[in-house]
């Protein structure tokens, strides 16, 4: 079974920086994406950051220049390196992942996985 495990959130000052790690685990053929969402209280989920399999990145715009997301391909994690935090940025950070896993047969079927969430929050 799949899973998607997510570490490294917690209390941050604004200014301050945090690093999110997620661990892929279970019968994986391949990575085709990684990437990372966050949800702030009363708002939608939104996209934050993706990287592909050929480690090719984009962000949205308002986290450009101040968040990096890296990918261990041997550990199958992808980090998220996290700087210059704005209290906004207050949210829970969720990993979503492409994978290309074991179908009937064998044969590779590709799903999209999530995990369960990390907490952010504003320490001021």
């Known amino acids: 079974q799949v899973q998607l495990v997510e570490s490294g959130g917690g209390l941050v000052q604004p200014g301050g920086s945090l690093r999110l790690s997620c661990a892929a685990s279970g019968t994986i053929f391949s990575i085709n994406s990684m990437a990372w969402y966050r949800q702030a209280p009363g708002k939608q989920r939104e996209w934050v950051t993706t990287?592909?399999?050929?480690?090719?990145?984009n962000y949205a715009d308002s986290v450009k220049g101040r968040f990096t997301i890296t990918r261990d391909n041997t550990k199958n994690t992808v980090y998220l390196q996290m700087n210059s935090l704005k209290p906004e940025g207050t949210a829970v950070y969720y990993c979503?992942?492409?994978?290309?896993?074991?179908?009937?047969?064998?044969?590779?079927?590709?799903?999209?996985?999530w995990g369960q969430g990390t907490q952010v929050a504003d320490s001021s």
């Open positions: 979503n992942a492409v994978l290309s896993v074991p179908a009937a047969w064998g044969r590779p079927r590709e799903d999209t996985y």
């Open positions: 990287i592909t399999s050929g480690g090719s990145t």
